[in-house]
Nanobody, 120 residues
């Protein structure tokens, strides 16, 4: 009932910045916590950050300081600001959102992912 659409990925040089967006649409009553994950080639899916509906952000320790998460509840959009990008940040970035349907049941929705490539 909820669709998530990531955008903002692309090719950037090391040291550059990108801002990813995850927009939620569809039928839901409430949008709960939203999470960014990433998966690099040959590696397992990795937690990036999680942000509550109130805007509190929990970061992966290794990424805190370069990555910043935020959300706009009025627009149902979560953002991931990525700075000082490194080749090791190359991955497909996915967003996940918890939403409550019209039966007051919580579900998780996943986006399709957006590719971030950091290369010279």
């Amino acid at each position: 009932q909820v669709q998530l659409a990531e955008s903002g990925g692309g090719l950037v040089q090391p040291g550059g910045s990108l801002r990813l967006s995850c927009a939620a649409s569809g039928s839901f009553v409430s949008l709960g916590a939203m999470t960014w994950y990433r998966q690099a080639p040959g590696k397992e899916r990795e937690f990036v950050l999680d942000i509550s509906d109130s805007g509190y952000v929990n970061y992966a320790f290794s990424l805190k300081g370069r990555f910043t998460g935020s959300r706009d509840n009025a627009k149902n959009i979560m953002y991931l600001q990525m700075n000082i990008l490194e080749p090791e940040d190359t991955a497909v970035y996915y967003c996940k959102a918890r939403f409550m349907d019209h039966r007051s049941i919580w579900h998780d929705a996943w986006g399709q992912g957006t590719q971030v490539t950091v290369s010279s």
